[in-house]
Nanobody, 114 residues
């Protein structure tokens, strides 16, 4: 049974930083794409960033240059470094691993407020 466990959410001030981490237990399969999504109240879930097995990345335009996604295949993890946070980044963030199947984390709250 594959499980994704997220950590690192919380409260940050505008302009601040947070780092989200997600670790997968169990076999995911390779190659795989890892990513982060977010869902704000009353809005649809949206893709924030993805990273492929070869290291290619893709970002939501509004986070490009502020967020950085990275992965460690030896630890089966994916991280999201979030800098220059804005109130509109407030959402529940979900990690996602996708190979033959798709797996989701439970979600971690990120709140950006002064």
């Amino acid at each position: 049974q594959v499980q994704l466990v997220e950590s690192g959410g919380g409260l940050a001030q505008p302009g601040g930083s947070l780092r989200l981490s997600c670790a997968a237990s169990g076999g995911i399969g390779s190659p795989n794409v890892r990513g982060w999504y977010r869902q704000a109240p009353g809005k649809d879930r949206e893709l924030v960033a993805t990273i492929t097995s070869s290291g290619n990345t893709n970002y939501l335009p509004s986070v490009e240059g502020r967020f950085t996604i990275s992965r460690d295949d030896s630890k089966n993890t994916v991280d999201l470094q979030m800098n220059s946070l804005k109130p509109e980044d407030t959402a529940v963030y979900y990690c996602n691993f996708r190979s033959m199947r798709t797996y989701w984390g439970q979600g971690t709250q990120v709140t950006v407020s002064s």
